[in-house]
């Protein structure tokens, strides 16, 4: 008989810490100060140095504060 395999699940993005400032256009230094602060996602640890952000969490991020600037901007 013949089976049908599953389809793969996509792969999440996964981002190092310039990819995230690159995206969003903050410096490397505010988005660890943000983290701190929890205005902005926190990382996920690979190891003890290496910390990567889900794309999605940073594009969900970003549509939430286009958002509340849209809302706030309303003539």
Do not use: Y
Request: proline share 7%; hydrophobic share 40%.
């Amino acid at each position: 008989m013949n089976q049908v395999s599953p389809s793969p699940q996509p792969v999440e993005q996964l981002l190092r810490i310039h990819g995230v400032s690159a995206v969003t256009t903050l410096s490397k230094s505010c988005i660890n100060l943000w983290v701190a602060q929890g205005k902005f996602p926190r990382p996920l640890a690979l190891s003890s140095t290496v910390k990567v952000w889900r794309a999605s969490d940073i594009q969900s991020w970003l549509e939430e504060k286009v958002g509340e600037t849209e809302v706030n901007h309303v003539c």
